[in-house]
C-alpha cells in the first residue's frame, strides 16, 4: 500500500459535513497524529467555514498547544460546470502550525 504524501494527510478538505467534524479532524492532526502543520482547503461557499474551522480549532480547542495560522493563501480555480460552462470558483488555503 502506498504511503500518502505527508502534505495530503495533514489537509483537511471543507464540504458539506457537520462544522464540528472539520473541527475534530484538525484537533485530531494535532494531538493524536503529532502533526507539526495542518493545511485546511476549501473552495466557493465552503470559504466561510473553513475560516470558522481554524479559529474554533485554534482559539477554543487547541488553545494550550500553541496552535497558530502560519499562512492563507487564497486563489482561484476554473471548471466546468454541469451545463458545460467555464466557471472560476475561489479557494483558499490556511496552515495551522505548532509554535
Known amino acids: 500500500m502506498a504511503e500518502k504524501p505527508k502534505t495530503e494527510e495533514n489537509t483537511i478538505f ?5 462544522f464540528m467534524n472539520y473541527v475534530t479532524g484538525v484537533v485530531m492532526q494535532f494531538t493524536t ?3 507539526k502543520e495542518v493545511i485546511i482547503k476549501a473552495r466557493g461557499k465552503f470559504i466561510a467555514r473553513a475560516v470558522d474551522v481554524a479559529e474554533v480549532s485554534t482559539k477554543r480547542f487547541l488553545k494550550e498547544h500553541h496552535i497558530v495560522v ?9 471548471f466546468e460546470n ?3 460552462k467555464k466557471v472560476n470558483v475561489s ?3 490556511i496552515t495551522l502550525i505548532k509554535k
Not at 471543507?14 to 457537520?18: H, R
Open 14 to 18: 471543507i464540504g458539506g459535513k457537520p
Open 33 to 35: 497524529k503529532g502533526a
Open 70 to 78: 502560519k499562512d492563507i493563501k487564497i486563489n482561484s480555480e476554473e
Open 82 to 84: 454541469k451545463e458545460g
Open 91 to 93: 479557494t483558499i488555503d
